[in-house]
């Protein structure tokens, strides 16, 4: 099972939206709505913002949202703020001795 | 709140069996699988296996043949032992909770860096 494809890196100023893409297969992302996304800042555990595709866990900033159209998802981050710098992770259900698979992780920049 | 933290072994030599223990605390162990992560430095997160509470396992199949995960529901704690270790096995190893239906990690250990060397 093949990792899933994020971009390396993206970038933004404070205020603007951003969106990071997470493509996979038939297999893992077009078949299930259970994509997740999480927030990892440098030397610190992986957070999670975002499951089933387009849920907020409680405490998470509606800044954060997510969709996914056929083997893609998507997060979107608007109004950038500072904090918000650091890698995101996807990861979809793949199912039977798989379980989960993650993408390569992406590093967000605030300009 | 339910907290988790990774010990065992910062180095572990080659060929040798690497062993991590996670504490679960605040909280039952039971109702959720209990995963272990790795992160090797400046790449991405990938899955190792997971234990329910029953005792039942699930493991990723490229390291299937050296992983083995247990669970002590008394002390709250679950356990990865994986076996000839290279280089390629260091690693910052997380343990992770994850929510049978969501299928998505809600809490995270610090996370333990391992590093396989002679």
């Known amino acids: 099972q093949s990792a899933l494809t994020q971009p390396a890196s993206v970038s933004g100023s404070p205020g603007q939206s951003i969106t990071i893409s997470c493509t996979g297969t038939s297999s893992d992302v077009g078949s299930y709505n259970l994509v997740s996304w999480y927030q990892q800042h440098p030397g610190k555990a992986p957070k999670l913002m975002i499951y089933?595709?387009?849920k907020r866990p409680s405490g998470v900033s509606n800044r954060f949202s997510g969709s996914k159209s056929g083997n893609t998802a998507s997060l979107t981050i608007s109004g950038l703020q500072a904090e918000d710098e650091g890698a995101y992770h996807c990861c979809s259900y793949v199912g039977g001795s798989t379980y989960v698979v993650f993408g390569g992780g992406t590093k967000l920049t605030v300009l | 709140q339910v907290q988790l933290q990774e010990s065992g072994p910062g180095l572990v030599k080659p060929s040798e069996t690497l062993s991590l223990t996670c504490t679960v605390s605040?909280?039952?162990?039971?109702?959720?699988?209990w995963s272990w992560i790795r992160q090797p430095p400046g790449k991405g997160l990938e899955w190792i296996g997971f234990?329910?509470?029953?005792?039942?396992?699930n493991h990723n199949p490229s390291l299937k043949s050296r992983v083995t995960i247990s669970i002590d529901t008394s002390k709250n704690q679950f356990s990865l032992k994986l076996s000839s270790v290279t280089a390629a096995d260091t690693a910052v190893y997380y343990c992770a909770r994850a929510e049978p239906r969501s299928d998505a990690f809600d809490i995270w250990g610090q996370g333990t860096m391992v590093t396989v060397s002679s």
């Open positions: 089933g595709v387009t």
């Open positions: 234990i329910y509470h029953s005792g039942s396992t």
């Open positions: 605040g909280g039952s162990i039971s109702s959720y699988y």
